[in-house]
T-cell receptor, first 113, second 113 residues
Framework: GESVGLHLPTLSVQEGDNSIINCAYS??????FIWYKQESGKGPQFIID?????DKRQGQRVTVLLNKTVKHLSLQIAATQPGDSAVYFC????????????FGQGTILTVHP | GAGVSQTPSNKVTEKGKYVELRCDPI?????LYWYRQSLGQGPEFLIY????????DSGLPNDRFFAVRPEGSVSTLKIQRTERGDSAVYLC???????????FGPGTRLTVT
């Protein structure tokens, strides 16, 4: 049966499709956001970040979009591959410095070959 | 180069016992962080160090938890009188300074029986 706490949103896509993972944040004063990828049994891995003076930032196969009006963040992964299967978290500074990160709930991405 | 390492990778202890978890940060990183991750949740901030001093310990749940970083490199998280609710994966991260990207270790899975 399902364990307590395992209620993460899930996204299932086919290899080669584009994926969009969403995150809502609560602190309107946040000026920095980060996306992390966490594979099973490993620590979170930095993917991409964005500062609040930007609406969009692109990396290799990934794009982060920031909508400050509705306090929404999204991560787009182009041409999703099986190796992209993981849990994805958005994070923001939870205090007055960037040292203390507050992580969102997380989304489980599963890529089918 | 070497990433963040944590020892042990797994620790099983009995309720009421004392445990120590060790973190070796990336060489040259002045900031070091401890997080706790329960099943199906995002990492939860515990404490971070800038050099030898605790810059923010607001996430430590109670006085059973304590962390040190005496020489500004290796850190030890200490938990006294462990409780079953302490069972989780304890993650360590480091960064060049608090304003830079945090690199995570693989974590220590603590199980309190």
């Amino acid at each position: 049966g399902e364990s307590v706490g395992l209620h993460l949103p899930t996204l299932s896509v086919q290899e080669g499709d584009n994926s969009i993972i969403n995150c809502a944040y609560s602190n309107s004063a946040s000026d920095y956001f980060i996306w992390y990828k966490q594979e099973s049994g490993k620590g979170p891995q930095f993917i991409i970040d964005i500062r609040s003076n930007m609406d969009k930032r692109q990396g290799q196969r990934v794009t982060v979009l920031l909508n400050k009006t509705v306090k929404h963040l999204s991560l787009q992964i182009a041409a999703t591959q099986p190796g992209d299967s993981a849990v994805y978290f958005c994070a923001e500074p939870g205090g007055t410095s960037y040292g203390k990160l507050t992580f969102g709930q997380g989304t489980i991405l599963t890529v089918h070959p | 180069g070497a990433g963040v390492s944590q020892t042990p990778s797994n620790k099983v202890t009995e309720k009421g016992k004392y445990v120590e978890l060790r973190c070796d940060p990336i060489s040259g990183h002045t900031a070091l962080y401890w997080y706790r991750q329960s099943l199906g949740q995002g990492p939860e901030f515990l404490i971070y160090f800038q050099g030898t001093g605790a810059a923010d310990d607001s996430g430590l749940p109670n006085d059973r938890f304590f962390a040190v970083r005496p020489e500004g490199s290796v850190s030890t998280l200490k938990i006294q009188r462990t409780e079953r609710g302490d069972s989780a994966v304890y993650l360590c991260a480091s960064s060049f300074t608090p304003d830079y990207e945090q690199y995570f270790g693989p974590g220590t899975r603590l199980t309190v029986t």
